[in-house]
């Protein structure tokens, strides 16, 4: 059940890729921004939570995709973050050991979207070693402090 499910996340994200490289490159790219907070859970309020007041996210989620259904392959936040972005398991990568830096081999997220004319930027924390760092175009003052990417087109 849970190779099933990844295996729709990494097919869907590899469509999601192809047809981009499939279209003309002068077209107005949509904004991917993708958020990884540690221990967030569901409270939100895009998530029906009435005590947590996130009015900015909400919009956000009202006017893009809300993931209802997600989960992570491991409890460790730097593993996940790893499997996520590489669409891999964090122990067929290497990186199952909090912290492990992502080996030269791999590539993320960011680098599919640089091929397709994303500006890519990280934003606080990372713990993705030098490789994973290196993929995005933009690396924020801080970007090991905190947990959030954001990718914009140009």
């Not at 990844?6 to 999601?16: A, G, Q, R, T």
């Not at 209802?68 to 290497?94: D, M, V």
């Not at 199952?96 to 979207?113: F, G, I, T």
């Amino acid at each position: 059940m849970i190779n099933n499910l990844l295996n729709k996340i990494f097919i869907s994200l590899s469509l999601l890729i192809m047809c981009g490289t499939l279209t003309a490159k002068n077209r107005k790219l949509p904004n991917i921004i993708v958020f990884i907070a540690d221990d967030a859970g569901m409270d939100l309020g895009a998530y029906g939570n009435p005590h947590i007041k996130t009015p900015n996210l909400d919009q956000m989620a009202a006017d893009g995709i809300l993931m209802k259904k997600a989960f992570l392959t491991t409890a460790q936040c730097s593993p996940s973050r790893t499997s996520l972005l590489s669409g891999k398991f964090a122990h067929t990568i290497g990186t199952e050991d909090l912290h492990a830096p992502l080996p030269e081999a791999v590539k993320l997220l960011p680098s599919y979207l640089n091929e397709m004319g994303y500006f890519t930027s990280l934003l606080m924390k990372s713990h993705l070693g030098t490789n994973g760092d290196q993929q995005f175009d933009y690396r924020g003052p801080g970007h090991d402090v905190n947990a959030f990417w954001i990718y914009r087109s140009y």
